[in-house]
């Protein structure tokens, strides 16, 4: 699977680098290690236009992963807006962090999703726990499923997408999950 990792920018590399090392080791590839590079200082010196493109990259390398890996040890903003965009995108999201140093991030204590996974670890589990989420991940991936629709279905969906500001097939996907919670013969 390809993998997008993020975290706190000053943050612990040495951990970062690990996590990535493992995530190699049990078969998936990285494809952003940015975190373990960028610093702090790379940013102060950054221009608008140089954030810009950087935050679009982002959105870009959440979107073609195939499950996004946060370590969340040492809090962040933008940590924690990538993680709700990645969440928002129906993307499986595994959430770390060391037990041994933090605790579980406040803002998603009690998130509900089921292809949200919040793991604690240390050490010695880590490579045991990154590898049965990232199997756990894996297996909550979306099926993909096209069909045709009539232009005027399809009008309807773009309408939805504008006005509601949600994309067609998230719009799609909600009615189905609605209709197999009340259909009683399905459950």
Partial sequence: MKVHFAAAVDGSKEDYKNICNLIEKIGHTVVTDHYLNRTISDIEKETPAEAELYAKRSMRWIK????????TSKPDVSVGYELAVAVNLLKPVVVMYNNEKAQVPNSIK????????????SEHTLEEILDISLENAHDSQDVRFNFFISPAI?????????????????????LIQKDMEENEEYR
């Fill in 110 to 121: 009690g998130v509900e999703s089921d292809k949200l996974q919040i793991i604690g670890y």
């Fill in 64 to 71: 073609n992963a195939d499950v996004v890996v946060f370590e």
């Fill in 154 to 174: 399809g009008n309807y969906l773009d309408w939805i997408s504008k006005n509601k500001k949600i994309p067609r097939s998230v719009y799609l996907r909600n």
